[in-house]
């Protein structure tokens, strides 16, 4: 079965920056796209980023300008560049990929923490 792997999640103080890292066990390009969501404590999953099978990427409104998304395709890894970072952005971040909506494939998740 599909396993996402993610890495790279750790504590910095505000206005640092952190790479977080998910590997596929599989050919990234078996699913139409692969993104990054996150939850905070007490509230709902959020969506940060995700880039489709073609290279198009999409932000939430709260990153943009801050996040970057990109992928290694012979490394199966998608990755999420964090400029800036505030403590609004603590949480855990999750890796997913889906096929078209019908097949989401999650990781277990990489905790961000962001001092002020």
Known sequence: QVQLMESGGG????GGSLRLSCEASE???NFNAMGWFRQ???KEREFVAEINVGGRTDYGDSV?????I????PKNTVYLQMD???PEDTG????RARI????????QGTQVTVSS
Do not use: T
């Not at 855990?92 to 890796?95: D, N």
């Not at 078209?100 to 494939?105: D, F, H, K, P, V």
């Open 11 to 14: 504590l910095v103080q505000a």
């Open 27 to 29: 050919n990234i390009f």
């Open 40 to 42: 905070a404590p007490g």
């Open 64 to 68: 943009k300008g801050r996040f970057s």
């Open 70 to 73: 990109s992928r290694d395709g």
């Open 84 to 86: 800036n970072l505030q």
């Open 92 to 95: 855990v971040y999750y890796c």
């Open 100 to 107: 078209l909506q019908s097949r989401q494939y999650w990781g």
